[in-house]
């Protein structure tokens, strides 16, 4: 008996799929079909599979032509399937003509022509389509539009920008004045909004008046009283409105807060986490430091992440202490922020222009999770125990620095009208809290 074996996502099973099935089938008399796991999926980038892995293998088994479906999960696992279930034929479409020469060591190898005009990618972009406008002059921005190109359906519709100096070229060449922001807003389904923070109440507010989903870079605002009717004006017109926080899409990270809030480390007594970069505050205009958010605004949020995921937001006590820039008021260049909570302690230290370890500890009554620096786009952390012995390792992908996973997450939550859960409601409204407390110098002491 001739065994032959093909591999693929075969997300929303088409006509392509199953001809080369059928082709796949005719070149012996048993047929091996690997459908790719989720997991192994997410590794190598594919984020916007739409269907589950059960349903992608319900959509092979109902086609009949498959003899046998295994799982695919890891990479490098064909060579130990092809030896493993004694397979004489690889095969698969042209578009990997020569990826898998390696493989004619173990077995023939055929790579079928593709059919001309279908994939699922084309499929998924036809079933919708997202028009996503950008607001503001981060060179984040850049990031995005890069990172948009990864999503199926989903096409950047315009830029707003007050200045355009740190957008890249094909960025710049879209680019309009912060005035035409209505403009922008009609012309596009959803924002993501990174404008200076203290005029994000004002764009999200727009955008939500013109019906758009927002994703606004946290802070959402920085006033509680904003924010509450910002929710308000989003629900009464049906929009999302999420909290733009890159690190909190990162596999890495999603998955620590998981195992953290299993057990693994036993319970959690003190989180502390740190987040600084060096600053140039050479230039200013209008009383603001050029291009530069202050250190609680552009890396509190992402610092207070772990503290509200993994103790809550409802703290006891908190002190902040913060050094500001001379003669620039509400600029920190360094904030401590300690939280008291009835049975744990968290520290979260933020500087603009304050350089320290960029690291993150769980400290827990059996073990501690440690997060090297940059532990904001980490792809790695560990699990450390008395006993060296019984530590672990963790590693996860991290693509596009959790932006891609973030741009695929709104859009699903777009589509399904399902809330995303990454950083929810209570803890957009605790960030938000906290910033305002620094800015009306509430519970803080001055460096
Ligand atoms: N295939 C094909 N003809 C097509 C589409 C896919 O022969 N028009 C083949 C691929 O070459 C592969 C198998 O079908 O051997 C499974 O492909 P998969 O990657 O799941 O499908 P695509 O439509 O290419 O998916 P995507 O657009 O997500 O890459």
């Not at 600084?276 to 610092?303: Q, R, Y």
Request: with cysteine.
């Amino acid at each position: 008996m001739r065994k032959v074996i093909t591999y693929g996502t075969y997300d929303l099973l088409h006509y392509g799929h199953i001809r080369l099935l059928q082709r796949a089938k005719a070149l012996g008399d048993y047929l091996i079909v690997g459908v790719t796991a989720d997991s192994f999926d997410q590794a190598r980038g594919k984020l916007n599979v739409e269907q589950s892995l059960m349903e992608r293998i319900e959509g092979v088994r109902a086609t009949g032509i498959a003899d046998e479906i295994i799982v695919e999960e890891y990479e490098g696992q064909k060579i130990d399937d092809i030896r493993r279930l004694g397979v004489d034929v690889f095969t698969v479409g042209s578009d990997w003509r020569g990826k898998f020469d390696y493989l004619k060591e173990y077995c023939e190898v055929v790579y079928l022509d593709r059919t001309k005009g279908v994939s699922s990618t084309e499929l998924r972009s036809e079933s919708h389509s997202l028009r996503l406008g950008l607001v503001g002059e981060s060179s984040i921005l850049n990031k995005v539009e890069r990172e948009s190109h990864f999503v199926n359906g989903m096409q950047i519709s315009g830029v707003c920008a007050a200045n355009s100096t740190r957008l890249t070229k094909s960025l710049k060449q879209m680019a309009m004045p912060m005035e035409r922001l209505d403009e922008l807003a009609e012309g596009s389904d959803a924002l993501y909004i990174i404008s200076k923070p203290r005029f994000h109440y004002q764009h999200v507010r727009l955008a939500l008046s013109k019906g758009c989903h927002v994703m606004c870079e946290s802070p959402i605002a920085i006033r509680p009283a904003e924010l509450q009717e910002l929710r308000a004006l989003a629900q009464q017109k049906g929009c999302l409105l999420v909290d733009g926080l890159k690190t909190a899409f990162s596999m890495a990270y999603f998955r620590l807060v998981l195992l953290a809030k299993s057990g693994i480390i036993g319970q959690i007594v003190s989180v502390d986490s740190t987040c600084t970069s060096m600053a140039d505050f050479e230039t200013m205009d209008d009383g603001d430091v050029k291009s530069l958010w202050n250190s609680i605004n552009a890396w509190g949020p992402t610092g207070l992440l772990p503290i509200f995921q993994l103790l809550g937001t409802d703290y006891s006590r908190k002190l902040i202490a913060t050094r500001l820039l001379d003669g620039v008021p509400d600029f920190d260049t360094f904030t401590k922020i300690s939280f008291f909570y009835p049975h744990a302690v968290a520290s979260m230290k933020v500087g603009q222009g304050v350089k320290s370890e960029g690291e993150l500890i769980v400290s827990g009554t059996k073990g501690y999770i440690y997060v090297p620096a940059p532990w904001w786009k980490t792809d790695y952390f560990e699990i450390r125990y008395e006993n060296p012995a019984d530590n672990r390792r963790y590693f996860y992908q991290l693509d596009g620095e959790g932006i891609r996973f973030e741009l695929v997450s709104f859009m699903k939550a777009i589509q399904t009208g399902q809330p995303m859960n990454y950083v929810d409601e209570a803890m957009s409204a605790a960030i938000v809290s906290v910033i305002s407390d620094f800015y009306e110098r509430k519970d803080t002491i001055l460096l």
